[in-house]
């Protein structure tokens, strides 16, 4: 069971440019998440989504947008990068519900220069 | 809204000592669920206990234990004779049954970092 599955790994992008996180699970969850962590904060949501076809905004949307279509992948895309968007970011899974305990990836570290 | 606060940002012991992390929760609801994630340097985030709102029994899992107590929204780690390879990040986080909006909101406190020492 490979779990939570996140590339790339790291990556630098110029201010301006595109480029999409993969996730995906293998553990038939339905609740995938997006998250964000900027040193000394914490987590931060920034989408989420509780099945095929299903998204939702967490606390910090705004510069991303992300896409369902299957139950084991939920990519998120960055349009435009910013140097605010410069963070190690997290995909998570969980089943059946948020309240149960999280998987999460082994994140991507992303810098935007 | 739901808050969680772990007011101690890094922690300092030597091997073998006992160390207890800190959280503070707020939440206006009676069901509600508390967790505890550990990040060590590598990065990865691990889950190490999950407590719903109706359990106030403490819990030990080895060297690990958490003390909930809603009488004062605190739910705090203690690592007994702690190792090396406790050094890490710990998060505490809260849900809510209903939060607003539909969802079960999971909100992060901001992290103790935890540094043994040999």
């Known amino acids: 069971n490979a779990g939570v599955t996140q590339t790339p790994k790291f990556r630098i992008l110029k201010i301006g440019q595109s480029m999409t996180l993969q996730c995906t699970q293998d553990m038939n969850h339905n609740y995938m998440y997006w998250y964000r962590q900027d040193p000394g904060m914490g987590l931060k949501l920034i989408y989420y989504s509780v099945g095929a076809g299903i998204t939702d905004k967490g606390e910090v949307p705004n510069g991303y947008n992300v896409s369902r279509s299957t139950t084991e992948d939920f990519p998120l895309r960055l349009e435009l990068a910013a140097p605010s968007q410069t963070s190690v970011y997290f995909c998570?899974?969980?089943?059946?519900?948020?309240?149960?305990?999280?998987?999460f990836g082994s994140g991507t570290q992303l810098s935007v220069l | 809204a739901q808050k969680v606060t772990q007011a101690q940002t890094e922690i300092s012991v030597v091997e073998k000592e006992d160390v207890t992390l800190d959280c503070v929760y707020e939440?206006?609801?009676?069901?509600?669920?508390l967790f505890w994630y550990k990040q060590p340097p590598s990065g990865e985030l691990v889950f190490l206990i999950r407590?719903?709102?109706?359990?106030?029994q403490n819990e030990i899992s080895g060297r690990y234990s958490w003390n909930f107590q809603k009488s004062t929204s605190s739910f705090n780690f203690t690592i007994t004779a702690s190792q090396v390879v406790d050094s890490a990040v710990y998060f505490c986080a809260l849900s809510e049954e209903f939060s607003q909006g539909g969802s079960e909101k999971l909100v992060f406190g901001k992290g103790t970092k935890l540094t043994v020492n040999p």
């Open positions: 998570a899974s969980s089943y059946p519900r948020q309240n149960e305990k999280l998987f």
């Open positions: 939440t206006r609801d009676t069901t509600y669920y």
């Open positions: 407590r719903n709102s109706f359990d106030e």
